[in-house]
T-cell receptor, first 113, second 111 residues
Framework: GNSVTQMEGPVTLSEEAFLTINCTYT??????LFWYVQYPGEGLQLLLK?????DKGSNKGFEATYRKETTSFHLEKGSVQVSDSAVYFC????????????FGKGTKLSVIP | EAGVAQSPRYKIIEKRQSVAFWCNPI?????LYWYQQILGQGPKLLIQ????????DSQLPKDRFSAERLKGVDSTLKIQPAKLEDSAVYLC?????????FGPGTRLTVL
């Protein structure tokens, strides 16, 4: 079946540091890949997506590239801010009886001034 | 554009009681999802509707959970009777295409 594995947290960074959150997946066929972000007390928000191999999704300074050869979709940001503190979820949309999202466990990011 | 609405935001009940959650999706979104998110984990799909029909309910514990979307718009998820392990955030999402848009969730605590 489909599965997503993302790096364990929590991750604590200083403001302006470089961020990488690793995500790898297992799926049949050609899934679409997503990063969602969940701020404290809020629902999940779509951060970025990529629908085919070598696509790069980007939003708010975050980027992730769909790497089919390594089945990865790592999230990166060059300079994090305190306001980026949240939980980040990697997810894939693939066929499992219907098209549905399969999520990783989430990585909590804390950015300190 | 209004987002996905959910109510209540918080609910505390005792085990064996019943509870219901309500969701109103984004206008025009044909597909509606209910997810269960246990603390420290990613959301797990419970049920998916396309208009007012069920597409996938394979992970819904049907002995205690039920859901309906009678007019193809808003939806209700019910738990009866609740167990301690049902304590979680229940998320509703809707889509009209690839991306899903989530509501703020209902945090359920079962004592």
């Amino acid at each position: 079946g489909n599965s997503v594995t993302q790096m364990e947290g929590p991750v604590t960074l200083s403001e302006e540091a470089f961020l990488t959150i690793n995500c790898t997946y297992t799926a049949t066929g050609y899934p679409s890949l997503f990063w969602y972000v969940q701020y404290p007390g809020e629902g999940l928000q779509l951060l970025l997506k990529a629908t085919k191999a070598d696509d790069k999704g980007s939003n708010k300074g975050f980027e992730a590239t769909y790497r089919k050869e390594t089945t990865s979709f790592h999230l990166e940001k060059g300079s994090v801010q305190v306001s980026d503190s949240a939980v980040y979820f990697c997810a894939l949309s693939g066929w499992a009886g219907s098209y549905q999202l399969t999520f990783g466990k989430g990585t909590k990011l804390s950015v300190i001034p | 554009e209004a987002g996905v609405a959910q109510s209540p935001r918080y609910k505390i009940i005792e085990k064996r009681q019943s509870v219901a959650f309500w969701c109103n999706p984004i206008s025009g979104h044909a597909t509606l999802y209910w997810y269960q998110q246990i603390l420290g984990q990613g959301p797990k799909l419970l049920i998916q509707f396309q208009n007012n029909g069920v597409v996938d309910d394979s992970q819904l514990p049907k002995d205690r959970f039920s859901a309906e979307r009678l007019k193809g718009v808003d939806s209700t998820l019910k738990i009866q009777p609740a167990k301690l392990e049902d304590s979680a955030v229940y998320l509703c999402a809707s889509s009209q295409g690839l991306a899903q848009y989530f509501g703020p969730g209902t945090r359920l605590t079962v004592l």
